[in-house]
C-alpha cells in the first residue's frame, strides 16, 4: 500500500493561494490520488482526484508531475473557512490508507 | 449533505453495555466503509463491505462486530467497550473506487 507524506501543518491568510504537497514514492500503477477536507468532528469531504498532470474543479486544482510521486493540492484565494485538516489518499478500491494530514490554518 | 446518514450522531455507553451505529446511503453506491478516528490519529479503516460482502477487516477486535443486510445499510455492533474506543466512527459509501462520501459520524464516548 502506497504511503504518503504530508506536512503536519501549514498557516496561510485569506486571499491568498495555498499550495499544499503531498510524497508518495511508491505509488502503484492504477492508484489514483485523492483529496480530502474535514472539518472538526465531521466527515472527510471529497476535493479532487487525479491520476496524471493536471486536474481542477470549482473548488481546487491538483497537479501531479510525470513521474507521479508526489502532487500538489492547490486552494485559490483562501478564506477562514477553508482552515480544516488535508488528507492526501493513494490507492484503488478499498485499499486506502489515511495519513495524518496537513492541518491548514488560515489567518485573517 | 453527503447522501449518507449516520445514528445516532452522539453515543454515551458503559463498558457491559450492547449498542448499534447504524449508517444509511441514498446515493446507490455497492460499497459502505466503517473508518475510526482518534483525537489526534489519523482516520483508519476498519471494515468494507462491496455489495454486502466484507472485502475488509483491519484487525478491528471482536467487541466491534459490523453487519450489512444490504447495500444501502451498514451497522456496527457494539459491545463490552474499553475507553480507549471513544472515537468519532465514521461511514462512508462509494461506487467501486470512485471518492468516497463520508457521513456525519457518531461521536462514541465510553464510560
Known amino acids: 500500500l502506497a504511503k504518503t507524506t504530508q506536512p503536519i501543518s501549514m498557516d496561510s491568510y485569506e486571499g491568498q493561494e495555498v499550495n499544499i504537497t503531498c510524497s508518495h514514492n511508491?505509488?502503484?500503477?492504477?492508484?489514483?490520488i485523492t483529496w480530502y477536507q474535514q472539518f472538526p468532528s465531521q466527515g472527510p469531504r471529497f476535493i479532487i482526484q487525479?491520476?496524471?498532470t493536471k486536474v481542477t474543479n470549482e473548488v481546487a486544482s491538483l497537479f501531479i508531475p510525470a513521474d507521479r510521486k508526489s502532487s500538489t493540492l492547490s486552494l485559490p484565494r483562501v478564506s477562514l473557512s477553508d482552515t480544516a485538516v488535508y488528507y492526501c489518499?493513494?490507492?484503488?478500491?478499498?485499499?486506502?490508507?489515511f495519513g495524518k494530514g496537513t492541518r491548514l490554518h488560515i489567518l485573517p | 449533505e453527503t447522501g449518507v446518514t449516520q445514528t445516532p450522531r452522539h453515543l454515551v455507553m458503559g463498558m457491559t453495555n450492547k449498542k448499534s451505529l447504524k449508517c444509511e446511503q441514498h446515493?446507490?453506491?455497492?460499497?459502505m466503509y466503517w473508518y475510526k478516528q482518534s483525537a489526534k490519529k489519523p482516520l483508519e479503516l476498519m471494515f468494507v463491505?462491496?455489495?454486502?460482502?466484507?472485502?475488509e477487516n483491519n484487525s478491528v477486535p471482536s467487541r466491534f462486530s459490523p453487519e450489512c443486510p444490504n447495500s444501502s445499510h451498514l451497522f456496527l455492533h457494539l459491545h463490552t467497550l474499553q475507553p480507549e474506543d471513544s472515537a468519532l466512527y465514521l461511514c462512508?459509501?462509494?461506487?467501486?473506487?470512485?471518492?468516497?462520501?463520508f457521513g456525519p459520524g457518531t461521536r462514541l464516548t465510553v464510560t
Open positions: 487525479g491520476y496524471k
Open positions: 462512508a459509501s462509494s461506487q467501486d473506487q470512485n471518492e468516497q462520501y
Open positions: 446515493l446507490g453506491h455497492n460499497a
Open positions: 511508491n505509488i502503484a500503477t492504477n492508484d489514483y
Open positions: 463491505y462491496n455489495f454486502k460482502e466484507q472485502t
Open positions: 489518499l493513494v490507492g484503488v478500491d478499498d485499499k486506502i490508507i
